[in-house]
């Protein structure tokens, strides 16, 4: 398990929340200490502390554990295609193209 990943990912989604570390360890009632450890990856959240966590920011396991799970790549690639969706043809086109060099060099 990656630890340094999931506590990215709590404090990337603490941030959007406009969560202080603080107000965080309160509303979940543990130490701010307990908080910045498991943010900058020392330890792993217990199962409880991170239900607490995503209960309060209002966000999802699978988002937290993206980069830490195989099943991650298919919340990374819907991301992706949403911020597809929202550009012209023709860049969507140029995205495709250089993927796709990207794919068949890679693979051949």
Do not use: H, W
Not at 1 to 14: F, L
Not at 33 to 40: G, K, M, P, V, Y
Not at 91 to 103: A, D
């Amino acid at each position: 398990m990656d630890k340094k990943k999931i506590g990215r990912r709590i404090k990337e989604a603490r941030q959007q929340v406009g969560f202080s570390q603080s107000e965080l360890a309160e509303t979940i009632e543990v130490t701010v200490s307990a908080i910045s450890t498991i943010e900058r990856g020392v330890r792993a959240p217990s199962l409880e502390v991170l239900v607490n966590i995503l209960g309060a920011l209002g966000t999802s396991a699978d988002l937290v554990l993206q980069d830490v799970l195989e099943c991650g790549f298919k919340i990374r690639e819907t991301e992706l295609d949403d911020k597809l969706q929202n550009l012209p043809p023709e860049e969507r086109e140029r995205i495709f193209r250089v993927i796709n060099v990207m794919v068949n060099e890679e693979y051949q």
